[in-house]
């Protein structure tokens, strides 16, 4: 069973700087992960999917890299509507399931 | 517009049961697998399920199997969890969402969500 770290659990960011967000697979995987962000009260979007490729209409201050085990969400210049909780999730083809990272909170510093 | 209406939540004692519903709109339901995802009060995202096109294929996490069965109806456009022998780990909001494979079936993703159905079990 393929476990997903993800860290810091919360990063306080100041609005325009930069954010860099980890996911450690405890497994090395192909590049079949994604982020996910979500706000209070509202349900999960989609940002990267393939590692690296941005979602329908996600813009492009939102950017994924890496392989193996160590994937990065990076977020260039925060803007206000960007402070939420970021998940990264692994799909495994056999059996066919979804693993999720317990999240990172990304807050105003 | 897409989108995906989930239903059927609700307060239930353990040992119950409970049967929810995920109406689609705006895309050909029949083309895509589906997937229920759950999330606990303060936490994070659990995958429980998933169920492929025609509904001949279905997938379960461990902490469901044996007590939760997914189907769909592309004919009505719905997919359902139903939710056997409840316990109170299973208290979460639930959520539908749309699977999809993308860059030529090399990446997995939930790329379209329902905005969840509350599940309750206390006595």
């Known amino acids: 069973e393929i476990v997903m770290t993800q860290s810091p659990a919360t990063l306080s960011v100041s609005p325009g700087e930069r954010a860099t967000l980890s996911c450690r697979p405890s497994?090395?995987?192909?590049?079949?992960l994604a982020w996910y962000q979500q706000k209070p009260g509202q349900a999960p979007r989609l940002l990267i999917y393939?590692?690296?490729t941005r979602a329908s209409g996600i813009p492009a201050r939102f950017s994924g890299s890496g392989s193996g085990t160590e994937f990065t969400l990076t977020i260039s210049s925060l803007q206000s509507e960007d402070f939420a909780i970021y998940y990264c999730q692994h799909y495994n083809s056999r059996p066919p399931i979804f693993t999720f990272g317990p999240g990172t909170k990304v807050d105003i510093k | 517009e897409v989108q995906l209406l989930e239903s059927g939540g609700g307060l239930v004692q353990p040992g119950g049961s409970l049967r929810l519903s995920c109406a689609a709109s705006?895309?050909?339901?029949?083309?895509?697998?589906m997937n229920w995802v759950r999330q606990a009060p303060g936490k994070g995202l659990e995958w429980v399920s998933g169920?492929?096109?025609?509904?001949?294929?279905?997938y379960y996490a461990d902490s469901v199997k044996g007590r939760f069965t997914v189907s769909r109806d592309n004919s009505k456009n719905t997919l359902d969890l139903l939710m056997n022998s409840l316990r109170a780990e299973d208290t979460a909001l639930y959520y539908c969402?749309?699977?999809?494979?993308?860059?030529?079936?090399?990446?997995?993703?939930?790329?379209?969500w329902g905005q969840g159905t509350m599940v309750t079990v206390s006595s």
């Open positions: 705006g895309f050909t339901f029949s083309s895509y697998a």
């Open positions: 169920i492929s096109t025609d509904g001949g294929e279905t």
């Open positions: 497994q090395s995987l192909s590049s079949n």
């Open positions: 393939g590692a690296s």
């Open positions: 969402a749309k699977w999809s494979r993308f860059l030529e079936g090399s990446a997995d993703a939930l790329d379209i």
